[in-house]
Antibody, heavy 119, light 108 residues
Framework: EVQLVESGGGLVQPGGSLRLSCAASGFTFRIYSMSWVRQAPGKGLEWVSA????????WYADSVKGRFTVSRDNPKNTLYLQMNSLRAEDTAVYYCVKEVDHNGLFDYWGQGTLVTVSS | EVVLTQSPGTLSLSPGEGPTLSCRASQSVSSSKLAWYQQKPGQAPRLLIYGASRRATGIPDRFSGSGSGTDFTLTISRLEPEDFAVYYC?????????FGQGTKLEIK
């Protein structure tokens, strides 16, 4: 059974940093691209970032480019999102998402971790 | 960026009815790479339809998708109580990946 378990969310002040982790199991992690998708309270879904299977290529939404860094540790089956210079508008539930075939189609989602940016 | 506009925003229906949800793209979606997700309160989204018309594994056949180019629809043939949720379309043919703003199906 595929499982994606996010952790690392919490309350942080504007300008602060946070690192999210996603522990993956139930599939061969190292051969799939992975993404982060967020959802602000009461709002819709926004794709944030993606990383290739090897970790060698990364992609970012314009809204987070230069502030967020996605990475992965394939031997540990773990995906990361380092978030710096956080803003109030980054407040959201962050979902770790498995891609079907390196194409941006998402077949499995974690339960999400809430990040709140507030003073 | 491909902007996806979903309509209506909210649909109030009764079990047994058969809604059609719309998703319109600001430009042609490459290779019909359009997906639909269902999200229930407090849960993560679930993939329903991909490639505009292909049902994901385990999705009941009362869900069907159609369309191409810039106009796509999700049809539910007969609403079951568990179908009341928010539905999002997503395009994965162009970068960046984008989602529609969602259509909420609520019980009338």
């Amino acid at each position: 059974e595929v499982q994606l378990v996010e952790s690392g969310g919490g309350l942080v002040q504007p300008g602060g940093s946070l690192r999210l982790s996603c522990a993956a199991s139930g599939f061969t992690f190292r051969i799939y691209s992975m993404s982060w998708v967020r959802q602000a309270p009461g709002k819709g879904l926004e794709w944030v970032s993606a990383v290739s299977d090897s970790g060698g290529r990364m992609w970012y939404a314009d809204s987070v480019k230069g502030r967020f860094t996605v990475s992965r540790d394939n031997p540990k089956n773990t995906l990361y999102l380092q978030m710096n210079s956080l803003r109030a508008e980054d407040t959201a539930v962050y979902y770790c998402v498995k891609e079907v075939d390196h194409n941006g189609l998402f077949d499995y989602w974690g339960q999400g971790t809430l990040v709140t940016v507030s003073s | 960026e491909v902007v996806l506009t979903q309509s209506p925003g909210t649909l109030s229906l009764s079990p047994g009815e058969g809604p059609t949800l719309s998703c319109r793209a600001s430009q042609s979606v490459s290779s019909s790479k359009l997906a639909w997700y269902q999200q229930k309160p407090g849960q993560a989204p679930r993939l329903l339809i991909y490639g505009a018309s292909r049902r994901a594994t385990g999705i009941p056949d009362r869900f069907s998708g159609s369309g191409s180019g810039t106009d796509f629809t999700l049809t539910i043939s007969r609403l079951e109580p568990e179908d009341f949720a928010v539905y999002y379309c997503q395009q994965y043919g162009n970068s960046p990946l984008t989602f529609g703003q969602g259509t909420k199906l609520e019980i009338k």
